[in-house]
Structures are given as C-alpha cells and as structure tokens.
C-alpha cells in the first residue's frame, strides 16, 4: 500500500468555530472535574453539592453545542452520521456486557480503535454519543452523564491525536493504541472519581473531600479513595482494553479503514439531473 492510498482521511474536520467550542468545554470540564483542589480552604465548597446538577447540565449544553458546531462547519454528510450511529449503537451495546465484573469494558477498545482511525474530531463526537446513548440503553442518566460524555470524548479525541496515522502499521502501531488505551482507563476512572469524590461529606469518611483542608491533604485523600474504591474497577478497564486491542485490533483497524475509503467522507456528494 503507498503512502498516497494510506492517505488520511476524516470524516469530521475541526474548524475554528468548532475548535473555540472544544476549548471552551473543556476548559468549563476541567475546572469541573478539579475544583476541589482549586478552591481555598474554608471556602465551604461542599455547600455548593445543591448547586452541582446545574454544572453538569451546563457542561451537556456545551457539549451539544461542540457537537452542533462539529457538524454545521464540517459539513457532516449522511455517510459519517451513519458511521457516528453504527459505532455508537455498538459502544453502547458493548457496555454492559461486562458490567460489574471487575471493570470488563470492551467499549472502550472499540473507541479507541474508531478515534485512531477516523480522526479526533470524528472521536469527539462518537465519544459523547456513545456515552449518551448507553446512559439510554442502561437507565444510567443522572447528573453524571455529562462528564462521562466529556471524558469519552476526551478518550476517544486523544486516540485519534496519536502519532504516525499514515506510515505506523503492525505491531508498532497496536502496541502504541494498547499503551495509550491502558494509561486512558486510568485516567478515565481517576477523572470521574473527581465528579463523585467531593460529594462523600468529610463526616463520612476519613478519604473524603474536606473544604477546609489543604490541597496536599485533599491530594492524599483523593489517591486513597482511587486506590480503595477503583483500582481494581481501573485496573480491570486497562488489561481488556489491552487485551482487545492486541486480539482483535488487527481485523477492526482493517475493517474500519476499509469502511473509510469506501465511504469516501470528503468527496462531495453530487446528484445528476434526470435524463429528458
């Protein structure tokens, strides 16, 4: 195969509009997620767990919007929508086949391999969708939902962000997509321990958020929590996802790559006029 057929192509290009609304999400994502560790001490932060449903609400307005923008300026045709439905249905009906068992989570394998195929904005967007629709599938809506649909889509996003996109094949390229699916489980747990984390009460437990402790303090508090409460969840999510990519990335990375050129996502979609 030559470097010219190996060309990439994306079925969602970022612009600059969508780019500002990506930047902003999760600039307001991030001081969601860190806030605890932001704040002062004594600044009664855990008076404000009322207020948190409205934040999350906020953060899926913002994501919407990304996902609006994403569409509107790069010109999302029929193919890529079919593409963005085909793979999230398959995330969201892959999720719960391991649920509460020990962290197996083959979805994330799939998002890992789609984002690294079909680009980081395509990723973005099949990350939030996805979670969005196993939120559906699996009655897990809640205030939570929104910052599972920015971590997805950050997870996803970054596959498709990893280098040698054209010339890496092989066994170079599945060990880069297994590493980086590793490392991302983790991060992806540790982020949403942050969105439940704050809310134990400090009375409950001695791992909880204090307001009135020091950053060093809440830190140590927060790393015992992950390591009591989802190390072994995280740990569970990173060896299937290794796993996976190792078994079974070969034949979905051919499979999906094919899929892309047949699709042909940047040629323009023409219709003839009917014959006289």
Same mark, same amino acid.
């Given at each position: 195969?030559?470097?010219?057929?190996?060309?990439?192509?994306?079925?969602?290009?970022?612009?600059?509009?969508? %780019?500002?609304?990506?930047?902003?999400?999760?600039?307001?994502?991030?001081?969601?997620?860190?806030?605890?560790?932001?704040?002062?001490?004594?600044?009664?932060?855990?008076?404000?767990?009322?207020?948190?449903?409205?934040?999350?609400?906020?953060?899926?307005?913002?994501?919407?919007?990304?996902?609006?923008?994403?569409?509107?300026?790069?010109?999302?045709?029929?193919?890529?929508?079919?593409?963005?439905?085909?793979?999230?249905?398959?995330?969201?009906?892959?999720?719960?086949?391991?649920?509460?068992?020990?962290?197996?989570?083959?979805?994330?394998?799939?998002?890992?391999?789609?984002?690294?195929?079909?680009?980081?904005?395509?990723?973005?967007? %099949?990350?939030?969708?996805?979670?969005?629709?196993?939120?559906? %599938?699996?009655?897990?809506?809640?205030?939570?939902?929104?910052?599972?649909?920015?971590?997805?889509?950050?997870?996803?996003?970054?596959?498709?962000?990893?280098?040698?996109?054209?010339?890496?094949?092989?066994?170079?390229?599945?060990?880069?997509?297994?590493?980086?699916?590793?490392?991302?489980?983790?991060?992806?747990?540790?982020?949403?321990?942050?969105?439940?984390?704050?809310?134990?009460?400090?009375?409950?437990?001695?791992?909880?958020?204090?307001?009135?402790?020091?950053?060093?303090?809440?830190?140590?508090?927060?790393?015992?929590?992950?390591?009591?409460?989802?190390?072994?969840?995280?740990?569970?999510?990173?060896?299937?996802?290794?796993? %996976?990519?190792?078994?079974?990335?070969?034949?979905?990375?051919?499979?999906?790559?094919?899929?892309?050129?047949?699709?042909?996502?940047?040629?323009?979609?023409?219709?003839?006029?009917?014959?006289?």
């Amino acid at each position: 195969m030559t470097a010219t057929s190996r060309a990439r192509v994306r079925a969602v290009r970022l612009g600059p509009r969508s %780019l500002a609304a990506l930047f902003l999400v999760s600039a307001v994502g991030v001081a969601g997620f860190f806030w605890p560790f932001l704040a002062p001490p004594g600044s009664q932060i855990g008076a404000h767990a009322e207020d948190a449903p409205w934040l999350f609400a906020g953060l899926l307005i913002l994501l919407v919007a990304v996902v609006s923008a994403t569409i509107s300026e790069s010109g999302l045709g029929p193919k890529a929508v079919a593409m963005v439905g085909v793979l999230a249905a398959t995330g969201a009906a892959l999720r719960p086949v391991g649920a509460g068992t020990a962290g197996i989570e083959p979805m994330f394998f799939l998002m890992v391999l789609s984002g690294r195929v079909l680009g980081p904005g395509f990723g973005f967007v %099949l990350g939030s969708v996805t979670m969005f629709a196993s939120a559906l %599938l699996t009655g897990g809506v809640g205030p939570w939902m929104p910052f599972q649909m920015l971590a997805m889509g950050w997870f996803t996003m970054g596959a498709g962000l990893l280098p040698g996109q054209v010339r890496l094949r092989g066994w170079g390229e599945r060990l880069l997509l297994a590493g980086y699916g590793f490392f991302a489980a983790f991060a992806y747990g540790t982020v949403m321990n942050l969105a439940g984390w704050p809310f134990m009460g400090a009375l409950t437990s001695n791992i909880a958020f204090d307001p009135d402790g020091t950053v060093r303090a809440n830190l140590a508090r927060f790393v015992a929590y992950c390591l009591t409460t989802s190390m072994g969840w995280d740990l569970g999510r990173a060896v299937c996802t290794v796993v %996976l990519t190792l078994v079974l990335g070969p034949a979905l990375l051919r499979a999906l790559r094919r899929a892309t050129r047949r699709a042909a996502f940047e040629t323009a979609v023409t219709f003839d006029a009917p014959a006289e």
